[in-house]
């Protein structure tokens, strides 16, 4: 059966639309929302080199622009770091509503059928496998599914335990965030993007970026963001922020983020995950945009290469995109571990001590592993030692770093049943 259904408009989901479409395929985007509801009202970031990865036309320059640096500020805000990305990594900024015109253009140019108002509810079963979706327009059937509903996914909640697919996600890898903009006063600022860390004490960041004509706050912790929590967060920024006001001019809302490593196993017969569906982010930033458009790209090459939606077949998109992408982010896991679980004085105490460096922040960013030579550990160590607890929690968190990253590389190269399942527990114990 030559029929896709794409569950979700996810960014990821679109993009293996437009091009499964081009392929030759029957392609249908079932989404709930309306067309003009998809999207936040806010920027996001991502890279551009996505767009060109997947064939895509990039946005005409008018609609992004560079993203500015961050300086990344402790809880005492006595250090102000400046981590430089690494060479040739561009990040840009664009509005999401912009983003996803761009790519639902794409989808339907490329021939696939976008369906909208329509909630889904699970998977179709059918003798134990996915043969389609389950929707408030009745069921209706496919060769593939492919999830791009997102982090609490009502397709991947619910497959066959026989898939051996992760269901639900952890507190912990969840990010929950409160996101708006406010207008500014006129004036010159030193740092225009501010991240703080553990603001207010609170396990998670705040930012205020300064633009032209605002100031684009976001609050985010690894609990709810409660009404008390961000009184007390946007009273704390307005005070150090002196140029922002009470006036809110859009956003106002929140947001939750999957902050995890990639799931162990996000393919099963006739089943695909992609985006958020399948914890494609950067987990120690939650940006995962660019990750899921490749993976779109991936999940349309691999299927159109033998028409095949078995998980033989399938697992071969896993284990690319673990190659390209999902295994240096794998690693970086550990490092939200550790940012997430120690207290804002150990915070302070590790970049104080620069435990935690400039450089460390870059690479994290980017998404690249966190590296720490020997010289350089001896020399975190030396600072580290009136306090030795934390230093042995960096320390864990980087060989936890390395043996994720080393894991996830380490995927059996195709499909074995007996093969995939003793690797999955290795993964996911590290």
């Known amino acids: 059966m030559k029929k896709i259904l794409v569950a979700g408009a996810g960014h990821g989901g679109l993009v293996a639309a437009g091009c499964l479409a081009r392929a030759g395929y029957n392609v249908e985007v079932v989404e709930k929302l309306g067309r003009e509801e998809l999207g936040y009202d806010w920027t996001d970031i991502f890279e551009l080199s996505s767009f ?5 036309p990039r946005p005409p320059e008018s609609e992004y622009t560079l993203k500015e640096q961050m300086t990344f500020i402790n809880p005492s805000r006595t250090v102000f770091l400046n981590p430089r990305k690494p060479a040739n990594h561009f990040e840009y900024k664009m509005e999401r509503k912009d983003i996803y015109k761009h790519l639902l253009r794409f989808a339907e140019d490329g021939g696939a059928i976008l369906r909208f108002g329509i909630n889904i509810d699970g998977p179709l079963v059918e003798n134990g496998k996915v043969s389609g979706i389950r929707t408030s327009a009745g069921d209706m059937r496919c060769g593939l599914v492919i999830d791009a509903c997102g982090l609490d996914s009502p397709v991947r909640s619910n497959l066959p335990e026989g898939y051996h697919i992760l269901k639900k996600f952890a507190e ?11 207008a500014r006063k006129p004036g010159d600022v030193k740092y225009k993007y501010k991240i703080y860390f553990y603001h207010n004490g609170e396990a998670g960041i705040s930012w205020a970026a300064t633009e ?3 100031i684009d706050i976001l609050i985010g912790r690894f609990t709810p963001v409660t009404q ?6 946007l009273e704390d920024l307005r005070e150090d922020n002196p140029l922002m006001t009470r006036e809110r001019i859009r956003g106002g809302y929140g947001a939750m983020i999957s902050v995890r490593k990639p799931l162990p196993l996000f ?8 985006g958020d569906s399948a914890g494609m982010t950067i987990p120690i930033i939650g940006s995962g945009i660019a990750n899921s458009i490749i993976a779109g790209k991936i999940l349309a090459d691999t299927v159109a290469k033998n028409g095949d939606f078995s998980i033989n077949n399938l697992w071969n998109y896993q284990k690319a995109y673990l190659d390209a992408r999902g295994a240096g982010h794998a690693g970086l896991d550990a490092m939200k571990e550790l940012l997430s679980g120690v207290r804002a004085k150990d915070m302070d105490f590790m970049m104080e001590r620069r435990i935690i460096t ?14 720490m030579p020997l010289s350089d550990i001896l020399g975190r160590a030396i600072r580290g030692l009136k306090n030795f607890p934390v230093l042995m929690k960096v320390a864990r968190a980087a060989g936890r770093s390395k043996k994720l990253t080393a894991a996830a590389l380490a995927a059996p190269r195709t499909y074995d049943a007996d093969a995939v399942s003793a690797w999955m527990d290795v993964y996911s114990r590290i």
């Open 358 to 371: 400039e450089k460390d922040l870059g690479r994290a960013g980017a998404g690249g592993e966190i590296r």
């Open 172 to 182: 912990g890898q969840r990010f929950y965030t409160y996101r708006a903009f406010f």
């Open 52 to 56: 060109d990865f997947a064939g895509i």
């Open 228 to 233: 008390d929590i961000m009184d007390r967060a």
């Open 212 to 214: 032209e004509k605002y």
């Open 267 to 274: 393919v099963g017969n006739g089943y695909a995950a992609v």
